[in-house]
């Protein structure tokens, strides 16, 4: 296994790891609502749905 050549303190390694998780949190975060918007439009993200084609929850939340 490779050293470093340079040593970080403990509070920048901190600060890394914790760029890292938030970083990974945000895409996981993102992701999941995509996937949950998806399923609830019945469209992906940039699809247009014109109300002579959308059926599903969309239409039914609308109207209630």
Do not use: I, N, Y
């Not at 470093?4 to 949190?25: C, F, I, N, W, Y």
């Amino acid at each position: 296994m490779k050293e470093h050549k340079t040593k970080l303190s403990p509070v920048e390694l901190v600060a890394g790891e914790r760029d890292l998780l938030k970083g990974l949190m945000r895409e996981a975060l993102q992701a999941v609502l995509e996937g949950e918007m998806t399923e609830f439009l019945g469209a992906a993200p940039g699809e247009v749905r014109t109300a002579a084609t959308a059926t599903g929850p969309a239409t039914a939340a609308a109207t209630s």
